[in-house]
């Protein structure tokens, strides 16, 4: 992309990822435009965006609707860029997957012909999912962009975040083949578990899942037997990143930690002594499977380097936490 700062779209804006990136976008010089939810009633809080460094004079805040995607219409006119972040999350499964995943789709698919119809609109990052890439049969030990999760297995599986795996699998490879047929420029960015400070006044449920050992959330230390994870911060520079980069293309694994849940139940001990944490022994007892490592090697050998560790992602989420009253 040429080096110009310009307007760009962000989807989602109030969410923990996108609330992030519309910080970091401002402090590089960007107009941001980014959608919320539209919110009848007025009761949601969007101040933390409104009060963001240069939001005053370089950003607008516009509703749209994945179930309408036509109203992204408006959020995406003019700009040179688009980070498609939102994304329908139903991970109490209120609603049927197919239902969830069709919304996920029709939306993606619906902004990508906004950004044709833009003419101005250089590039679209969407933000996809270690979901995307893990949950499948393979007996590998690390994984890389060639692998996808296995939609058919996942439906026969009753698996925690199962209908959001299927939904980011499928609306990912949807994007991508979109970007194909229209020469349209479509880069996703596949996180892990994104950690670290949260900007928006909601828990984050990434951070809530990582932290499951702290809060005690025993029906969620089966997503811990071996996790990968990312700090917010560095998933968000990947983005800005991919968009600035000429030669980006297809999907990059953004991905810089992994753990197993024995090796964070001691680490979480000896550097937070104030928790009370499960024993080894009974950590035992977890069932669920133990995923296989994310390889970031694209994204590296595009020239991009992580800033932070896993000292770093848990200090500042728990700090936050804190903060916010979740602790």
């Known amino acids: 992309m040429e080096d110009n700062r310009g307007t760009v779209c962000v989807t989602g ?14 402090e590089h010089g960007y107009s941001v435009w980014t959608t919320v939810r539209p919110d009848p009633d007025g009761s949601r809080d969007i101040s933390f965006l409104k009060n ?28 040179v860029g ?37 003419k101005t609109v250089k590039r679209v990052v969407y933000t996809s999912s270690a979901s995307a890439v893990q949950l499948n049969n393979s007996s590998a ?7 996808w999760s296995d939609v058919k297995s996942l439906r026969g599986m009753a698996l925690f975040l199962a209908s959001y795996a299927i939904s980011k699998t499928l609306t990912e490879k949807a994007v991508l083949e979109f970007g194909e047929r229209h020469g349209l420029e479509v880069v996703t960015v596949i996180p892990s578990f994104v950690h670290g400070t949260f900007l928006c006044p909601k828990f984050a449920s990434s951070v809530r899942n990582v932290l499951a050992l702290v809060l005690g959330n025993e029906k969620e230390y089966s997503v811990l037997l071996r996790i990968s994870l990312v700090h917010v911060d560095d998933v968000v520079r990947a983005h800005i990143f991919l968009l600035e980069h000429p030669d980006a293309k297809g ?3 953004c991905s810089s930690a992994t753990m197993t849940i024995e090796e964070m139940s001691k680490f979480l001990s000896e550097r937070y002594p104030e928790f009370q944490m499960p024993s080894p022994e009974s950590l035992k007892q977890v069932k669920g499977p ?16 992580y800033k932070y560790g896993i000292d770093d992602m848990f200090d500042g989420a728990i700090q936050c936490c804190k903060e916010k009253g979740y602790l």
């Open 251 to 253: 999907r990059y694994i």
């Open 82 to 118: 688009v980070f498609h972040v939102a994304t329908p999350v139903d991970f109490e499964d209120k609603e049927p997957e197919p239902v969830v995943t069709k919304r996920s789709i029709d939306g993606a698919l619906g902004i990508l012909r906004a950004c044709l119809n833009s």
């Open 141 to 147: 030990d690390t994984l890389d962009e060639d692998s």
């Open 290 to 305: 133990r995923l296989a490592r994310l390889s970031s090697r694209k994204l590296l050998d595009a020239g991009f380097e």
């Open 13 to 26: 804006g109030t969410g923990f990822i996108a609330s992030w990136l519309v910080m970091r976008l401002l």
């Open 52 to 79: 963001l460094p240069g939001a005053s004079e370089r950003l607008r805040i516009l509703t749209a609707d994945l179930n309408d995607p036509e109203t992204f219409g408006p959020a995406i006119e003019g700009c």
